[in-house]
C-alpha cells in the first residue's frame, strides 16, 4: 500500500476544505433572502442565457448587434461572465433536470467559486507560513457572518475576492515555475469579466514584478537593458495617461476612448513594445517570468474580458469606455455611521478600518491586526512575498478609505483584502501556537497548543455566525457589543433587504386572500422570485406603496425613515402587528391596515 505521505494529506486537506465550504453554502442557503441586486443578476441571467440558445439555434441572427443589445443591454453595467454562469446553472440544474429550486439553481456557481478560498488560501499559505496558519486561514474566512452570507448569494464580490486571490496566487508561483504567467494573465483577464474591482490588480503587482526582474537581471547587461526599457514603456503609459486624465478629467478622459483615440493608439503601442521587449530577454528564465506575468494581464486580460462580453463585440471601445465612466462616476447612497448620515464626500478616512472591526469577530479581526503588523516589522528570508501578501491585505482597504469614493455596501467592496487579511491571521496564531507549545512539558501538550488555540479562537465566530444567520448584513462583533450595541452606535442596521425573509412565514399565516404587500426596498424582480421559490404564498400582490396595501412591512434604515411615517398616516396606526428582532433591536417591522 502506498504510505499516506505528506503531499497526500495537503492534497486531501484542500479537497476537504472545498467540499466543507461548498456543502455548507449549499445547505443553508434556502433561508438567505434576494438582495436587490441578486434579484437583477436573477433577470439578465435568463436574458443571457435566452441568447445563448438564440445562438445554438440561429447562429447568424444571435451574433447581430440588435439581438446582443436586446439580450445583454440589461445590466451592462457589470461584466457578464457571472450572469452567464447562474443562467447556464439554472437552466441545467433547474429547469432541465429540476434537481433544485431556482434561487438554488442561479447560485450554485457562486457556491463554487467562494469554495475555492479556502483551498487557495491553504495553499499559497503552507509553503509562506506553515500549514498552521495556512490551515487557520483557510477554516476561518467563512467564519466571519458578513463573508459567509454574501458568499450565498448571486453576485460578484465574493467571486471577485476569490478570483483577486488566484491572480496573486499564480502570480507568486510563476516567478519560479515556467509557462504559469500565461495562466496568470488568462486568470486576471477572467477576473476583471468578473468585477471592475480587479482592474486595480496591475497596481499592486506591477512593483513586485519590476523588482524582482531587476534583482533577477543583476550582472546581465542585456537582461537590465530590457527591465530598464521596460519600466520606461510602463513608466512612459502612465505619464501619458495621467496627463490626459488631468487635463480632461475623468468623465471627458473616458468619453473621448474611441476606437481611434490616442488612448487606443498607446494601448497597441504597449502591448507591441512589451511583446517586442520579452523576445529580448525570453533567454533569462528569471527576469523573463516576472516581466511575462505583467505582458501576460496587459495582453490576456483586455482579451479575455472582450471575448467573454457579447456586448462589445461590434463597439467594444464605446461600450467599454461607458462602463468605466459608470464606475468612475458612480452614484453616492446614503449611508448610516456612527450616528451621521453619510450622504456625499468627503467620507470619513477612518471608515473601513472601523466598519471590519465592528463586523469581524474580535477573536479574528485582533489576530489579523498582529498578523500584519508581525509580518511587516519580522525580518525573513520570504522578505518580498511577505510584502505581496501585506500588499494585497491592504490595497482594496486603502482604495475604498479614499474620502471620495463611496462608502456603501457594509464590507463587500474590500472582500480582496479580507482573505490575505485571513491569512495573516493564521500567521499570528501559528506564532502564538509555537509560543504556547514551548510552554508544555509533555509531547501531548505541545501537540494540542494548535487545535486548543483554533477552537479558542474560531469558535465565538462560529457561533456568531449561526447565530446570525441568514442576517448576514446585520452582523456586528463583540467590539460593537451585536446587533443592539450597533444600533446604539448609530450604524446601519442592514444593507440590501434580505432581512425580510424574517417576517415571510407570518405574512403566509396571517394575510387575507389576495391581500396587497408593500415590503419596502424589496424590488419587483425580488417580490416575485420569493414566490416563485415558495417563500411567499403565490395569490398574494405586490402594492406600489403604503397607500395601495393591505400589509407593509417597513426595513428599519436611518435613511428612509419617512417610509414608516408613510405607513403611519396610510394605516392610521404606529403599532406594528409583528417584526423581525435580531437580539431584540428591530430589523423589519409589519403593519396592518385596520
Known sequence: MKPFDQFDKDKATVWLIFIAAFAALFLT????????????????AERYTQWLRLLLNSPALALRDDAIVAAFDY?????????????????????????????AGFRLPAFAIAACIPPLLYQLGRPLFGRTAALFAALSFFLVPRQFFHAQLACFDIPVAALWLWVVYLFWRAQTEPKLWILCGFAFGVSIATKHNALFLPFVLTPFALWRAWVASAGNSSSRRAVIQFIALLAGAALFLSTMWAALGSEQFVARF???SPQTFLMLGAWAGAAAILLNVRSSPETFRPLATLGAMMFLGPVVFYLHWPYLWHAPVDRTAWYL???????????FYLGKLLREPPFPLEYVWVKTALTVPTSLFVPMILGLVTVLITKTTRRWEVFLIAANALASIILISHPQVPHFGGVKHWFPSMTFLSLLAGVSVSRAANAIAELGSQPWQKRMAAPALFVVLLLPAAIATAHIHPYG???????????????????????????????????????????????????????????RNGMLRPDIRSAGSA????????????????????????????????????DETPQVVVYQRR
Open 473 to 531: 448584513t446585520s452582523a456586528y462583533s463583540e467590539l460593537a457589543s451585536g446587533a443592539p450595541g450597533a444600533a446604539t452606535l448609530g450604524m446601519q442596521r442592514q444593507f440590501w433587504s434580505n432581512n425580510v425573509t424574517g417576517i415571510l412565514p407570518w405574512i403566509n399565516s396571517h394575510a387575507p386572500p389576495n391581500a396587497r404587500l408593500w415590503l419596502d426596498k424589496v424590488t419587483g424582480l425580488a417580490f416575485h422570485h420569493y414566490q
Open 29 to 44: 442557503e434556502t433561508s438567505v433572502g434576494f438582495v436587490q441586486d441578486e434579484s437583477v443578476y436573477f433577470y439578465a
Open 547 to 582: 397607500a395601495d396595501s393591505d400589509l407593509a412591512a417597513y426595513q428599519y434604515h436611518q435613511e428612509f425613515r419617512e417610509h414608516e411615517y408613510s405607513i403611519w398616516q396610510a394605516y392610521g396606526t404606529e403599532i406594528p402587528v409583528t417584526g423581525l428582532y435580531v
Open 325 to 335: 465612466q459608470f464606475h468612475a462616476t458612480h452614484v453616492h447612497y446614503p449611508w
Open 258 to 260: 474611441t476606437l481611434l
Open 75 to 103: 445590466n451592462h453595467e457589470h461584466p457578464a461572465l457571472m450572469k452567464l454562469s447562474f443562467g447556464i446553472s439554472h437552466f441545467l440544474f433547474t429547469e432541465k433536470l429540476g434537481w433544485l429550486r431556482p434561487a
